[in-house]
């Protein structure tokens, strides 16, 4: 069963609009958050992550807004740009062992 | 510069044969981790290490085996028993600290022939 659901396997977005990515979790012992950034046969880059004891996390153009009542969280891209093709991963960790992956939304900005 | 390191970038394999993938970091970090990407999927957790010569196993460990007998390194075997061994293989390490984020290597892509 997966612990951590990204739903739309790619999402296609105007550059200059914002791009919103979804995941959702079923299990409540996730206390830590993360998005991560991948490129093909490249390592994951990490983006941004959140807390559950916060809300919402914000660096330059990137936002995270966590729903911990609706196991929801949403990373936020404005304005999106070219460069930010890629594929998003979240994951979240729930104790001292690894994290728990999503299945990945593969991002495309057009022109 | 501070980073982690994997090699091979590609590494080829007769079916049978054990293989090992190295991982070392010069981040000081005290945990490492190993994971597997199949295409289409996420990541999935082999093997973790939170301190020198410890180590646990994660969701997929059959066929797998790690050491830790430096801070540095962690590398891992595939073994003969693993069943599908062909696939992407990430090594990730994390500072100590309260929600600290892992941060990867560039992977080693594992091809059985």
């Known amino acids: ?111 | 510069d501070g980073g982690i390191t994997q090699s091979p970038k590609y590494l080829f394999r007769k079916e049978g044969q054990n293989v090992t993938l190295s991982c070392e970091q010069n981040l000081n970090h005290d945990a490492m981790y190993w994971y597997r990407q199949d295409p289409g999927q996420g990541l999935r957790l082999i093997y973790y290490s939170q301190i020198v010569n410890d180590f646990q196993k994660g969701d997929i460990a059959e066929g797998y085996s790690v050491s830790r007998e430096k801070k540095e390194s962690f590398p891992l075997t595939v073994t003969s028993a693993q069943k599908n061994p062909t696939a992407f293989y990430l090594c990730a390490s994390m500072a100590r600290g309260f929600d600290q984020p892992q941060h990867f290597g560039d992977g080693t892509r594992l091809s059985i022939l």
């Open chain 1, 1 to 111: 069963d997966q612990q951590v659901k990204q739903n739309s396997p790619s999402l296609s977005v105007q550059e200059g609009r914002i791009s919103i990515l979804n995941c959702d979790y079923t299990n409540s012992m996730f206390d830590y958050f993360l998005w991560y950034k991948k490129y093909p046969a490249e390592g994951p880059t990490f983006l941004i992550s959140i807390s559950s004891i916060k809300d919402k996390n914000e660096d330059g153009r990137f936002t995270v807004f966590l729903n911990k009542s609706a196991k929801h969280l949403s990373l936020h891209i404005v304005p999106s740009q070219p460069g930010d093709s890629a594929v998003y991963f979240c994951a979240a960790r729930g104790g001292a062992d690894g994290l728990t992956f999503g299945k990945g939304t593969h991002l495309i900005i057009q022109p």
